[in-house]
């Protein structure tokens, strides 16, 4: 019994062994699988296409263990199993068929194209992949329009810029010549899921704007370099400058004056007039057109001559100050001075050396009067003791005069000169 009991007990450990060896190769198994299953990594890219082209829906496998592949519409029915195409649409067509991708065209795509499309791997459990398909529309031409053909400078103008039936939604901007000016826009979705965007651009003009382009710019992901222009039209007053013909430089009484009065502006200016600014223009002037000649110059004509010119805008001037000064040396005077010019330069040097020299000698005769005039009177004095003596008839009496001087030396004086 002991025995057979034994026995039992080792077929019992046995069989344990047995299941736990069971379930381990059974886990590796299922591992294995696991991993086999995960390995294999199915892609697919989303795709932006233009309404009427052809778009490509590529289904990539990485590591395929021959999984079939099929592809799915966004209503999930079979466009492609393995190579097969059950779907009855013609515009579907196989470009590649391997265990590792399954690529499939679709040409002339419109809207009703646009959604999910799935790839499918067949494994344990399926793997799906998704390609988004995304139809662009392009906007129509676009039409730009203004709030008047004909604008005035100083005024402001509006132009409006219009892009239809776009998906998605267009961006305008606008450029004036080389300067790009901010609009602003307004966005409206239609019924069919298109977009309609419509611009406006305000400013004021000058007159620098005429004739210069403004351009509406659409942008869009289907289309490039997508604009509309519009010429500007810019009313202004005329622009007045005058030129003087002739004389060049400095006016001298006798000659003539030619004056002309260059206008510019838009319309063209329907009337040049010429007047003179607190005075009458001289009655023999000639004004013929934009000119104004006026011969035979004299101090009375000075003054201010004002061109002034008008057009259906308004009107403006410009002013001319004239200023005749003395009439020039004579035609023969002139030759005689230049032919005597030499001799009378030399003479007028002579003079003018002679009177320096005598004025020269005149200041050193002077200085040397004084000179010994103060050295000779150096402390020259007269005193009482010399008293009578320009009476004496000889020096005796001039002596005994002189003593006679003595008795009142209160009264004795100096002088010094």
Same mark, same amino acid.
């Given at each position: 019994?002991?025995?057979?009991?034994?026995?039992?007990?080792?077929?019992?450990?046995?069989? *344990?062994?047995?299941?736990? $060896?069971?379930?381990?190769?059974?886990?590796?198994?299922?591992?294995? =699988?696991?991993?086999?299953?995960?390995?294999q990594?199915?892609?697919?890219?989303?795709?932006?296409?233009?309404?009427?082209?052809?778009?490509?829906?590529?289904?990539?496998?990485?590591?395929?263990?021959?999984?079939?592949?099929?592809?799915l519409?966004?209503?999930r029915?079979?466009? !492609?199993?393995?190579?097969?195409r059950? #779907?009855?649409?013609?515009?579907?067509?196989?470009?590649?068929?391997? +265990?590792?991708? #399954?690529?499939?065209? $679709?040409?002339?795509?419109?809207?009703?194209?646009?959604?999910?499309y799935?790839?499918?791997?067949?494994?344990?459990?399926?793997?799906?992949?998704?390609?988004?398909?995304?139809?662009?529309?392009?906007?129509?031409?676009?039409?730009?329009?203004?709030?008047?053909?004909?604008?005035r400078?100083?005024?402001?103008?509006?132009?409006?810029?219009?892009?239809?039936?776009?998906k998605?939604a =267009?961006?305008?901007?606008?450029?004036?010549?080389? @300067?790009?000016?901010?609009?602003?826009? @307004?966005?409206?979705?239609?019924?069919?899921?298109?977009?309609?965007?419509?611009?406006?651009?305000?400013?004021?003009?000058?007159?620098?704007?005429?004739?210069?382009?403004?351009?509406?710019?659409?942008?869009?992901?289907?289309?490039?370099?997508?604009?509309?222009?519009?010429? %500007?039209?810019?009313? !202004?007053?005329?622009?007045?400058?005058?030129?003087?013909?002739?004389?060049?430089?400095?006016?001298?009484?006798?000659?003539?004056?030619?004056?002309?009065?260059?206008? @510019?502006?838009?319309?063209?200016?329907?009337?040049?007039?010429?007047?003179?600014?607190? +005075?009458?223009?001289?009655?023999?002037a000639?004004?013929?057109?934009?000119?104004?000649?006026?011969?035979?110059?004299?101090?009375?004509? &000075?003054?201010?001559?004002?061109?002034?010119?008008?057009?259906?805008?308004?009107e403006?001037?410009?002013?001319?100050?004239?200023?005749?000064?003395?009439?020039?040396?004579?035609?023969?005077?002139?030759?005689?001075?230049?032919?005597?010019?030499?001799?009378?330069?030399?003479?007028?040097?002579?003079?003018?050396?002679?009177?320096?020299?005598?004025?020269?000698?005149?200041m $050193?005769? %002077?200085?040397?009067?004084?000179?010994?005039?103060? *050295?000779?009177?150096?402390?020259?004095?007269?005193?009482h003791?010399?008293?009578?003596?320009?009476?004496?008839?000889?020096?005796?009496?001039?002596?005994?005069?002189?003593?006679?001087?003595h008795? &009142?030396?209160?009264?004795?004086?100096? !002088?010094?000169?």
């Amino acid at each position: 019994m002991k025995q057979v009991s034994n026995m039992a007990n080792t077929s019992n450990g046995s069989l *344990a062994t047995l299941l736990i $060896l069971f379930t381990i190769s059974a886990a590796i198994h299922t591992g294995a =699988a696991q991993f086999s299953v995960q390995s294999q990594n199915l892609i697919a890219d989303n795709i932006s296409v233009v309404e009427g082209e052809t778009a490509t829906i590529s289904c990539r496998v990485k590591n395929n263990d021959d999984s079939v592949i099929q592809l799915l519409n966004p209503n999930r029915q079979t466009i !492609y199993f393995k190579d097969v195409r059950p #779907l009855k649409d013609a515009r579907f067509q196989l470009v590649n068929f391997s +265990d590792n991708e #399954l690529r499939v065209s $679709l040409s002339n795509v419109s809207l009703s194209d646009e959604g999910r499309y799935v790839c499918q791997l067949y494994t344990d459990p399926p793997q799906e992949a998704y390609a988004d398909i995304t139809v662009l529309v392009p906007p129509g031409n676009p039409i730009i329009e203004s709030r008047e053909d004909i604008v005035r400078e100083g005024n402001e103008t509006e132009i409006t810029c219009t892009s239809m039936g776009s998906k998605p939604a =267009a961006t305008i901007k606008w450029m004036k010549g080389d @300067k790009e000016l901010q609009g602003k826009s @307004k966005v409206e979705a239609t019924y069919d899921r298109m977009f309609t965007v419509t611009s406006w651009l305000r400013f004021t003009v000058t007159r620098e704007d005429d004739e210069v382009p403004v351009v509406c710019i659409v942008d869009h992901p289907a289309v490039k370099d997508f604009q509309a222009q519009k010429y %500007l039209e810019v009313q !202004y007053k005329p622009e007045v400058t005058i030129k003087v013909e002739f004389p060049q430089g400095l006016i001298r009484e006798g000659e003539s004056l030619e004056l002309t009065c260059q206008v @510019k502006g838009k319309p063209e200016p329907h009337q040049v007039n010429w007047v003179r600014v607190d +005075d009458d223009v001289p009655s023999h002037a000639v004004i013929t057109g934009s000119d104004l000649y006026i011969e035979n110059l004299n101090k009375s004509y &000075n003054g201010t001559y004002r061109c002034v010119a008008s057009n259906s805008v308004g009107e403006t001037y410009a002013d001319y100050i004239l200023y005749v000064r003395d009439a020039a040396p004579s035609t023969e005077a002139a030759a005689h001075d230049s032919q005597a010019g030499p001799e009378a330069q030399r003479l007028d040097h002579a003079v003018i050396g002679g009177v320096v020299a005598v004025v020269v000698f005149a200041m $050193l005769c %002077l200085l040397i009067v004084l000179g010994r005039y103060f *050295a000779r009177h150096k402390g020259t004095y007269f005193t009482h003791e010399a008293k009578g003596a320009d009476d004496a008839a000889d020096a005796d009496t001039a002596i005994i005069n002189a003593e006679g001087g003595h008795n &009142n030396s209160d009264e004795k004086k100096e !002088y010094y000169i």
